[in-house]
């Protein structure tokens, strides 16, 4: 079982996508790697070997943020944009879409569940 970055790797994916359940690392950027050390990305986890899981290690530890420091790194970019209360802070702030998406239909995460008021009776006159 190969372990990096604190995660252990499905044994029965291939080699390229296992390293995508290591957060900051996706599709492209596995590739990446794996052209790096010249390792064919139809390999099993299973089927690597220790020289090749430590080559692996090495240049994610030397070149990539990830995990643990990518996720803080994030929040702290989030929080700035809060603190000096741009507009993608108080976006942020308030839990709605930032980057120009329409929120009078759509959004509904953000805005919660609909409150209707069909069929509302009125008070009779006295």
Do not use: W
Not at 41 to 62: A, G, M, Y
Request: aromatic share 4%.
């Amino acid at each position: 079982m190969a372990r990096i970055e604190g995660i252990d790797l499905p044994k029965n994916k291939r080699i390229e996508i296992g390293l995508t359940y290591i957060y900051g690392i996706g599709i492209s950027r596995s590739r990446e790697i794996l052209y790096k050390i010249k390792l064919n990305e139809d390999i099993r986890v299973k089927d690597l070997n220790d020289e090749q899981i430590i080559s692996i290690r090495n240049i994610l530890f030397n070149e990539y943020q990830l995990e643990g420091d990518l996720r803080r790194s994030e929040k702290m970019s989030i929080k700035r944009l809060m603190e000096i209360s741009c507009y993608r802070g108080r976006r942020h702030r308030l839990n709605l879409p930032l980057r120009g998406q329409r929120t009078r239909t759509n959004a509904r995460t953000g805005r919660g569940t609909k409150k209707t008021i069909a069929g509302k009776k009125k008070a009779p006159r006295k």
